[in-house]
């Protein structure tokens, strides 16, 4: 390093580590509606009248949270801090025995971090969808009881002892699989994100929703272990030279029934029976964790892992895997799961899900107190490898700044990016692009709308824009 060089990096350290110059911030708040809203918006949907109603909810409840929690810590003279200079409770007394939780739950000052239904969504939800609190996960690993879930009809708990899979079509031996059977074959363990096709759907046409869990929250990250489907497949015989194509079916009520590419899932997919703790490479003192067998949600006792591929293909409570050497056309694929391209045809079996990013600190909903440094945080993914680089703007997209990536970066997994920001006060436009290693870049919403229109569901992947105002507050804005 030059002398330069020197001077330089210590200008930048000093303007983010002064602790004066570390900044607060309020976390969205989550109980601005209620029970019975809910129960409303689900009864007769979200007309304009409601879709106020929530608005207005939504913002007193900022307020609130703000004047709650913008009181600052000032202590007269000669006084200290009690919280660190009185002896407390739990210092002078016996805690908790051992085993007083024998399954582990969070804390309870965690408690408003959970999966949500947006209300209006969906009119029943057992065919609805929970959102992952992303404005409050750390590093890449979706803990397990915030995954997001999406059923078609409902979920249950299957009893392991009699679930089959069944493996038919173009094989030599079809065959009959009993969770044994499955879990004695030769199992590998890998981290991949799930992302639902429909993630960021509501966005399409406009600026649909406050806060980054009903954005982006139909998104989670995992380490699953299974078997590699081809040990399966070869197993049974199949035909791979014909059989090009895999029909996949769960075991619940809706039927759920797609159609695998083989030829480009083969190398990826695993049947999972089971997600993992990761392996502690390097030792972090940290705040998320993973691992157990799949939760009954998520398809317990047996579910496909597609990696890259949109979340209705991770098929759940799977029964059956089909060997054929077409694609199926399933409802699933043929009625659902299409989009509505501008010149009224629909695009169908576009299943990949494509390079992707959010920044999840700050994002909608929540507010900055004070001017001064923040670590601004995020997500990036891809269904078709590694994240290569994130960039980051903080004027709606005329100025650019490579983000920091977090390592290992995996394939089709998550990749957390950080990177320093002073916040002078004034008003900002925060957003992410990523572009992963084919040299993919991550769309504005103006470029994907050119191409696909606004009338489609499925696939958005557009750089998400987060308005910061002069007071602090951050709201979902379109730009670009
Ligand atoms: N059997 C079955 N599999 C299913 C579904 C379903 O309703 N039934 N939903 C699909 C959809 S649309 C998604 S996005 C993912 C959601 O997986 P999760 O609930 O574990 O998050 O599961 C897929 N697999
Ligand atoms: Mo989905």
Not at 265 to 290: F, H, K, P, Q, R
Not at 426 to 431: E, T
Request: proline share 5%; aromatic share 8%; net charge neutral.
């Amino acid at each position: 390093m030059t002398k330069k060089q020197i001077e330089l990096s210590a200008q930048d350290i000093s303007a983010v580590e002064k602790p004066a110059n570390r900044a607060r911030l309020v976390k969205a708040p989550e109980h601005f509606i209620s029970q019975d809203f809910i129960a409303d918006v689900n009864a007769h949907g979200l007309d304009e009248n409601r879709r106020g109603f929530l608005r207005k909810g939504f913002l007193s409840a900022i307020g609130g949270a703000a004047a709650s929690l913008s009181a600052p810590m000032v202590f007269g003279a000669g006084e200290g801090d009690p919280a660190i200079l009185e002896k407390q409770e739990w210092q002078t007394t016996l805690g908790k025995n051992v085993a007083t939780m024998p399954y582990g739950v969070p804390s309870i000052y965690e408690a408003n971090l959970i999966r949500r239904e947006s209300p209006g969504l969906t009119r029943v939800s057992a065919a609805s969808v929970a959102f992952t609190p992303l404005q409050g996960l750390f590093g890449t690993i979706t803990p397990n009881g915030l995954h997001f879930e999406r059923h078609h009809q409902g979920w249950y708990n299957l009893n392991p002892e009699t679930h089959r899979l069944m493996v038919n079509g173009m094989v030599k031996n079809a065959r009959v699989f009993t969770m044994n059977d499955l879990m004695r074959l030769p199992s590998v363990s890998r981290t991949h994100f799930i992302e639902c096709g429909a993630n960021t759907g509501l966005e399409w046409g406009n600026v649909a929703v406050p806060t980054v869990q009903y954005t982006h929250g139909m998104l989670s990250c995992c380490e699953f272990t299974g078997v590699p489907l081809k040990i399966l497949l070869e197993e049974c015989g199949a035909d791979l030279k014909k059989g090009k194509f895999l029909l996949v079916e769960g075991g619940d009520g809706s039927g759920m029934t797609r159609t695998i590419n083989l030829e480009s899932c083969l190398d990826d997919t695993i049947v999972a029976w089971s997600m993992i703790e990761s392996c502690l490479d390097d030792t972090i003192v940290a705040w998320s964790m993973n691992g157990e067998m799949l939760r009954p949600e998520n398809g317990f006792p047996l579910r496909l892992v597609v990696p890259g591929v949109q979340g209705v293909s991770w098929v759940k409570w799977l029964r059956r895997l089909e060997v054929g050497d077409m694609p199926w056309n399933t409802k699933d694929e043929a009625v659902h799961y299409i989009e509505l391209m501008p010149d009224g045809m629909h695009r169908q079996y576009a299943s990949i899900q494509e390079c992707k990013s959010v920044i999840t600190t700050p994002s909608g909903g929540q507010q900055l107190l004070d001017k001064g440094f923040y670590n601004v945080s995020g997500m990036a993914w891809s269904g078709r490898g590694k994240i290569k680089r994130v960039d980051v703007s903080f004027d709606g997209g005329n100025n650019w700044r490579t983000a920091r990536l977090e390592t290992p970066i995996l394939t089709k997994s998550i990749t957390r990016f950080n990177i320093e920001w002073v916040w002078d006060g004034s008003p900002a436009i925060l957003q992410s692009r990523a572009i992963d290693d084919t040299g993919y870049v991550q769309p504005s919403i103006k470029m994907l709308r050119d191409v696909r229109g606004n009338r489609s569901i499925y696939h958005n992947n557009a750089i998400q824009s987060w308005k910061l105002d002069s007071n602090g507050e951050v709201s979902n804005v379109q730009v670009g």
